[in-house]
């Protein structure tokens, strides 16, 4: 099972909104609607973000926003501050394993 | 508070053998699948294997199938992780992951802080 699909980096300045791709396949993202996003500070355990596409957890910024199209899932942060810059990481139930991916994971940096 | 406390890390000859536990607390731990997920130095997390409530399921990340093996015991509200035969690419920090929000969820909302493991001569 290969890791899903991200940009090594995204950046923007603040205020700005900005996207991260997540690309699998159908046996992952494009055949189930279990897509989860996680944000990760240097040092720290990831943090849930969004879960199944589109659904944000008690705790997270209304700021963050998933969806999906295809094979292809996104998180977009809109109104991007200082404190968004991080490593995020999407994942996918995967019908291969039965279980998990992790994507190959996106630095923000925010400019 | 919902909390996950792992040890057990530590460092290991490759072909040695560690034992990793997760402490839960906060949040009826029977009612929750539970996993592990590491990060190696630098690197991306790694789904490594979960496991469901009742432990009638459980899998694993195909780079540790044969070598680890995860358990839970709902009645000391823990979960472990048996690590075998390790290899220099097993080091990395440990996090054993809550399923949430909700039992039915597909995603990890609960993160303990990690435990590391070092495999090395």
């Known amino acids: 099972q290969s890791a899903l699909t991200q940009p090594a980096s995204v950046s923007g300045s603040p205020g700005q909104s900005i996207t991260i791709s997540c690309t699998g396949t159908?046996?992952?993202?494009?055949?189930?609607?279990?897509v989860s996003w996680y944000q990760q500070h240097p040092g720290k355990a990831p943090k849930l973000m969004i879960y199944?596409?589109?659904n944000r957890p008690s705790g997270a910024s209304n700021r963050f926003s998933g969806s999906k199209s295809g094979n292809t899932a996104s998180l977009t942060i809109s109104g991007l501050q200082p404190e968004d810059e991080a490593d995020y990481y999407c994942?996918?139930?995967?019908?291969?394993?039965?279980?998990?991916?992790f994507g190959t994971g996106t630095k923000v940096t925010v400019l | 508070e919902v909390q996950l406390v792992e040890s057990g890390g530590g460092l290991v000859q490759p072909g040695g053998s560690l034992r990793l536990s997760c402490a839960a607390s906060?949040?009826?731990?029977?009612?929750?699948?539970m996993h592990w997920v590491r990060q190696g130095p630098g690197k991306g997390l790694e789904w490594v294997s979960g496991?469901?409530?009742?432990?009638?399921?459980?899998g694993y990340a195909d780079s540790v199938k044969g070598r680890f093996t995860i358990s839970r015991d709902n009645a000391k509200n823990s979960l472990y992780l048996q690590m075998n035969s390790l290899r220099t690419e097993d080091t990395g920090l440990y996090y054993c992951?809550?399923?949430?929000?909700?039992?039915?969820?597909?995603?990890?909302?609960?993160w303990g802080q990690g435990t590391m493991v070092t495999v090395s001569s």
């Open positions: 992951a809550k399923v949430g929000p909700s039992f039915g969820s597909d995603a990890f909302d609960i």
């Open positions: 906060g949040f009826i731990f029977d009612d929750y699948a």
């Open positions: 496991i469901t409530w009742n432990s009638g399921t459980k």
């Open positions: 159908s046996s992952d993202v494009g055949g189930y609607n279990f």
């Open positions: 199944e596409v589109s």
């Open positions: 994942s996918s139930y995967t019908s291969i394993t039965t279980f998990y991916v």
